[in-house]
């Protein structure tokens, strides 16, 4: 009980195990229950455990081993290493079957690991030679910078948001255009591939994770292109509409239309990251659904590649220009080389069951492709979107609810939603809601002038065209709102504006305690039952709280039982029965509570006058605060009084308290209130075998409630992994009806979206864990950056801010995928250690790569919800690169580095002649010298086959200074159109690559700005 991340033996006997597995998991992955029950009756006749300890150390290689692509690498690339490893494997296997006596059970073991063995060392020999079939076919369609197959590339596509994983893809794919995946689609059938496609990673319930091995991420970032806005008759109506391709980024599309005063509905909260692709597939929403509806409102067209490789676009038919209704009939089009295929008919409530502002459950929907398909039956490429103008006045709002419940913010919903519905004016065009857990978590700042702690806080957003109606519908919903013992905040500015609004961004920092981990579920309730649901969660909170206390105090009697054996102090003794007898009573007490938590009051306090007449329940008692439940007072401050001046067990009971009061399962939520989409959220440590099961329980728990109230499992997060067994049967079944003839061949994202797939499977990596190996971290210089990434949330938000974020260059080294790598590395080095003779420190070499791809700007840490600052990190990385001595000299670079700090005019005139024109020319000579003798280069000198790879460009003709004579070293150039009035002044600094290798860059920068009438002023001598 000292530690909470103490390795748990009683579930991880596997060694190298970081992740959420038990051993029971482990056994399921690769064997079947049957081999879990033989390992059970294996434990219950153990002796020593030595034959236990190296069998289930075959299992961790081969686990870590599969599970870590930078380990995998390096056994892969060192034929020595995978020999010794083998020769490990049947040195073990030799030895427990020596000790085994000839018990069958042993034996059996030992013939299912033998097997497993067999096709573990198959599978990483015949790894290089499937690498290369794989790329000699994907050449001949995208070019070769586009086909990866780096730990790095493989690490950034095994897990989305969740930071659930199941299998890493054999491949990643990043076409440049829709031929090139069409191309793909017919390749991945002939090479034995599966396919998902990706765009940005953000999904919330792992639909693009891979299952299978034999998958190929086709990654549609580069597919980036937004097409200018026209205007499109529909119905004799133009409407302004956007073509898009599928991996542009929302946000970017987004702010485009906002430029040009145009509105994209389509706003889900990660719109930051997340693409357009993934928009569509999932039926994405946000927070203008409320308004405007989610993608299927707002989508005309869209061209979906089949599993033939062949287009088929979908069209919707007489767009009313507005969100879908339910008494609507919606007409789609599904044609093919401009032939009609099928029209598909769907009703309003098709697509929304009757009362719910969104529902994505329906995935058939009469058989239409792509929408709400999670991936499934094909690669979205592109889109045409409806775009809407944006009215003249907005007014915000923050509301902050007080008391002792969540009753009076649910009943204020209904009231705002119910104001504005008929109101042809004014519109409700946002309504967003989070609860105290979020309050506390974002350390929310009160906007009013009361000081106690919201029990929730809505962020409203009003519009109209009429200023003067908007101004006064504002201040009425503030009085009217007031009644629920709220404040009402109006924002008087935009700056205002953005404030409210970003709290409501900053909510994924709820999982930062644990380590980054937390279930993260949307549910849609109708709206008039949010007040029940509120009512299920508050209860369900104070359960789990009560189950908690239970559990420490057992804990505590626990200790002191143990601490009574072997005391010799009859004092103490005597003290501690005391204890034990208090915290008995404490427990009793508790128990009693929870068990009759819906029981009346007048029933459970029958001999109590106080409650005799009370109609309310024993949990209303709790909610309103009249029953209270403190844990400080109750348990804690008398066991500081009984065991005064025993400091060692006060620093014990403390130490059980905080251990197992981090267990307690916290349900905080958040909703697009507007349409009743409720975000369920349970931090948990991932590391913690029980607290992960209550957590999932506790999720099904709530799934079940939504399901009772009316409601539905999902409203824009899809279904993915995590909620597939919450769906009913009819429903998949429809589905899998449709997917039959879309994907016959189950070619697209196979597994998702049916019951085929063991849920025990996922699993997700434990920072908790690794933390348990602090002494190794200690030794290896890694403790700071493990520190420092641990609770990153994995949402993307770095993304648009990185300057190594480029994904029309291949450059995918964002501080997120950079963590997801630098957690493997730190893995990969743990392992190492413990499985050699010496400490070594060749992963280290794997961090130079994260390192190199960081510019230092220190962007990444505004935008981020746990404030993580990459470039301190990579600071970090090469400090110990350089102690590590893995940070070698390299000549090219000093001596680029040393010529780029000369600022003199004549010293480089002298090195352009040196190293741009001769040393460049002799590169390209190198260049075509090399080609022939390329793959021989590589194997004996790779450091000049890397040097070779590519020509290097002819440098430009002569500097501006050489040009005009500008030699002086302390003055400033001035270049001015007398021709022209002067409209601006500006000082240029042309930087090291315009100004030195290629002039022609600042002459031709400098000339646009004279022309055009700007005063250019350059610094005295070359900076860079």
Known sequence: MDKIFKRDFKYREIPYNYTSFSDREIILKYFDAQTWDLVQALRAKRRTGRSAKLLFENIGDIFIIDRNPYIQYDIVENPAKLKQLYKRHQRRLATVKEGANGDQQVLEFIAKIEKLDEAFFRKLKETKKLQEKIFNRLKHITAAGNIHFSPFHRASHVTDATDWRVEYPVVVVYPDSVHEIQELVKAAKKLNLVIIARGGGTGLTGGAIPLLPNTMIINTEKLNNIGKIENTT??????????????????????????????????????????????????????????????????????????????????????????????????????????????????????????????????????????????????????????????????????????????????????????????????????????????KAIQYKNKSSRTEIPKAVLVVDIESDDEAKLEKATEDLVAKVKQFNTEGIIAKDTETREKFWQDRKNLSAIAKHTNAFKLNEDIVIPLEKLQDFSDFIEKLNVKKELENNIQIIGDLIDYLQERVKTEEDDVCIERCHAGMGQLLSMQSRYTDILNNL??????????????????????????NNELTMDYEKEV?????????????????????????????????????????????????????????????????????????????????????????????????????????????????????????FNLETIYTPSFNLLEGEAFILKATDLETVFNSIATCIRCGKCKSVCNTHYPDGVVFYNPRNKILATALIMEAVLYDIQTSTSLSFKHFN????????????HNCQKPCPVAIDFGNITLNIRSILEERRKSTFKPVTSFTLFYLKQKGYYINKIFRIILLKWAYSMQRIGF??????????????????????????????????????LKSSNTFYVFRNKNKPVVKTVVYFPGCGSERMFPEISIATIALLYNAGVRVIIPPTYLC
């Open 234 to 439: 529909i119905n004799g109506k133009t409407v302004p509409t956007i073509t898009v391709e599928a991996g542009a980024v929302t946000e970017d599309v987004m702010e485009y239309c906002e430029h040009q005063n145009y509105i994209f509905a389509t706003d889900p909260t990660s719109a930051w990251a997340c693409t357009i692709g993934g928009n569509i597939a999932e039926n994405a929403g946000g927070k203008k659904c409320v308004m405007w509806g989610t993608c299927i409102d707002n989508i005309l067209s869209f061209d979906i590649v089949d599993h033939n490789g062949d287009i088929i676009t979908v069209r919707r038919v007489n767009h009313p220009y507005r969100k879908i209704l339910p008494g609507d009939d919606v007409i789609f089009t599904v044609e093919k080389n401009k032939k009609l295929l099928k029209t598909i008919p769907l009703s309003g409530l098709d697509i929304r069951k009757k009362g719910l502002g969104k529902d994505i459950t329906n995935k058939a929907l009469g058989g239409l492709p792509g929408l709400q398909k999670e991936g499934c039956d094909g690669i979205i490429v592109n889109a045409t979107f409806v775009l809407y103008r944006p009215f003249k006045y907005t007014r915000s709002v923050c509301f902050e609810f007080f008391g002792n419940n969540m009753i009076n913010a649910s009943k204020a919903i209904v009231e705002i939603v119910k104001t504005f519905e008929d109101d042809p004016v004014v519109f409700l065009t946002a309504l967003e809601h989070f609860d105290e857990q979020y309050v």
């Open 846 to 857: 794997n961090l130079r790569e994260i390192s190199n791809y960081c510019t230092i700007c």
């Open 636 to 756: 804690d401050e008398p066991l500081q009084k009984l065991f005064y001046g025993y400091d060692d067990i006060l620093e014990k009971i403390q130490q059980v308290k905080e251990a197992t009061g981090k267990r307690r399962i916290v349900v905080a939520t958040h909703m697009h209130a507007g349409d009743g989409n409720v975000h369920v959220n349970i931090p948990v440590h991932s590391n913690d075998y029980l607290m992960m099961r209550d957590a999932d329980e506790t999720a099904a728990t709530v799934m079940r409630q939504t399901v009772a109230l009316g409601g539905v499992v999902s409203g824009e997060h899809g279904i993915g992994l995590t909620k597939i067994r919450f769906i009913d049967d009819e429903t998949l079944e429809k589905f899998a009806e449709y997917n039959r003839y879309a994907d016959p061949e189950d070619l697209f994202n196979p597994l998702k979206l049916t019951r085929d």
């Open 598 to 623: 819906d029981t009346p009051a007048k029933d459970y306090f029958k001999y109590d006058s106080e409650y005799a007449l009370r109609l309310n329940t024993v949990f209303q008692l709790i909610q």
């Open 928 to 965: 075509y010298a090399a080609k022939p003798v390329s793959h021989i280069l590589n194997a004996v000198t790779p450091y000049i086959a890397m040097m070779l790879k590519g020509r290097l460009p002819k440098s430009g003709s002569k500097t501006l200074r050489d040009e005009l004579k």
